[in-house]
């Protein structure tokens, strides 16, 4: 499969001590890759320029290889929540948005190795975006707080006849 394929180009791209041992690659019932790490002592080069951050190097892999871990789609983007690092790695996570939304719990860590590249990537993201892509479903509200917040309160009150009802804001 094409997702074979790319998995080998960056199992080939490996740098650093002679590898040993195989690549770490878990992939979800999606097919697409949720973690992987790489053997001790070799990383996966970036093309950031030499002395690029941790964060630099996390999203130009991403950019290099996010379709393994989702669909491609020029809407995604990812925030960066928190950069941590010492003498032996640095940690980068990320949050996943969609046309500038957040994705609900979509986050990615990405581990940098200090002499560049990365080690280990753990990611759960949201993977396809076709309906979002084709417009099917959009995320753009097309009516207002208070009539969303009406017909919330008629829905639930169809269900429950008699019951008291308000709604807040969460």
Known sequence: SAQDQRIAQLTDSLVGAPVSELMRVSEGR?????????????RIPVRTAAGATAEEQARD???????????KSDSVGFSTLRVEGNDRRSLVRLA????EVPVYCAQVIVQVDPSGGIA?????????????????LRIKPTIGADAA???????VAAANPGAALDASAP
């Open 30 to 42: 999606t097919g697409y890759v949720r973690f992987l790490g790489t053997p001790p002592a070799t």
């Open 61 to 71: 892999f991403l950019a290099q290889w996010g379709e393994l871990f989702h669909e």
């Open 96 to 99: 996943q948005s969609y046309s």
């Open 120 to 136: 280990c990537v753990l990611g759960d993201l949201m993977h396809d975006f076709e309906s979002l892509d084709t417009g099917a």
């Open 149 to 155: 917040k009406q017909a919330a309160i008629a829905q």
